[in-house]
């Protein structure tokens, strides 16, 4: 049978087996390694080196969790819609569509710069949707006008990743 040890400090007071005590202390005072690659809080998903994960997307006709939305790679530099789509691509990604730049905006806002980011969809020859990141505003833009780029990547859901 192990020892019960005790720990107190200030007006907290716990006695637990000294195995138990010695993993409670190490996690709550040792901070974590963070290896090259990390796997997510959510099971069985790992991120890459500069990723961040950015939240879970439904299924918009049945509400079902349809995906876990990646944050791949930002540019700082501003192009045209279709540079920047051929950007994402070679960066691991895509050029997120609106319902995935709400889902950063809400999540990962104070990662992005208070400007106008290409999405993926084509509204027509001339226009695609891009999306103000300062306020989460979605139009259309012409498509010859510059703006910045993120690529994000999509991990479908699996029920051991929810």
Request: charge should be negative; include cysteine; proline fraction near 6%.
């Given at each position: ?32 390694v963070?290896?090259?690659a ?38 700082d ?27 950063l ?32 505003d ?25």
């Amino acid at each position: 049978m192990s020892e019960i040890a005790t720990f107190e400090h200030k007006e907290v007071r716990v006695s637990a087996p000294l195995p138990i005590l010695q993993a409670i202390m190490k996690s709550v005072f040792e901070p974590p390694v963070q290896p090259m690659a990390k796997t997510s809080a959510i099971s069985g998903l790992v991120l890459h080196p500069g990723e961040t994960y950015a939240g879970l997307l439904l299924n918009e006709e049945t509400g079902e969790p349809a995906a876990h939305l990646i944050l791949v790679a930002m540019t700082d530099t501003r192009r045209g819609w279709a540079e920047q789509k051929e950007w994402a691509l070679g960066a691991g990604g895509k050029l997120p569509n609106r319902q995935e730049g709400a889902l950063l905006y809400a999540n990962l806002k104070r990662l992005f710069k208070d400007a106008w980011h290409w999405l993926e969809t084509e509204c027509s020859e001339d226009y695609a949707d891009e999306q103000y990141f300062g306020n989460g505003d979605q139009s259309d833009g012409d498509k010859g006008c510059e703006g910045f780029a993120v690529a994000v990547r999509l991990i479908p859901v699996t029920d051991s990743s929810l």
